[in-house]
């Protein structure tokens, strides 16, 4: 088992930065990859990016790439999303997950609140 607890998010204006960090806990030893998800306000969880725990290697998708950056501290099992210009559209909760494996992310934290306002 993992446990996996959010920090930091909160209420930034447009153009600003954020971050937020993600605990682990547990089997943390297993874990092949960490990710960041969001869910806005009457819309489906979408997938921000991801970060390999052996060698960093990282994606994001699209709508984030040169704004927001996954890095990790493994020795703190750690992972964070540093958030910078930000738009309202990037207002949700935000959450991480992890999985021991490629396919299905098995553990989830409990999301934490990003609000850009505009």
């Known amino acids: 088992q993992v446990q996996l607890v959010e920090s930091g998010g909160g209420l930034v204006q447009a153009g600003g930065s954020l971050s937020v960090s993600c605990a682990a806990s547990?089997?943390?030893?297993?874990?092949?990859?960490m990710g960041w998800f969001r869910q806005a306000p009457g819309k489906e969880r979408e997938f921000v990016g991801v970060?390999?725990?052996?060698?960093?290697?990282?994606y994001y998708v699209d709508s984030v790439k040169g704004r927001f950056t996954i890095s990790r501290d493994n020795a703190k099992n750690t992972v964070y999303l540093q958030m910078n210009s930000l738009k309202a559209g990037d207002t949700a909760i935000y959450f991480c997950?992890?999985?021991?494996?490629?396919?299905?992310?098995?553990?989830w934290g409990q999301g934490i609140q990003v609000t850009v306002s505009s």
């Open positions: 997950a992890a999985r021991f494996r490629p396919g299905q992310w098995t553990y």
């Open positions: 547990g089997r943390t030893y297993d874990i092949y990859e």
């Open positions: 970060i390999r725990r052996g060698d960093g290697t990282t």
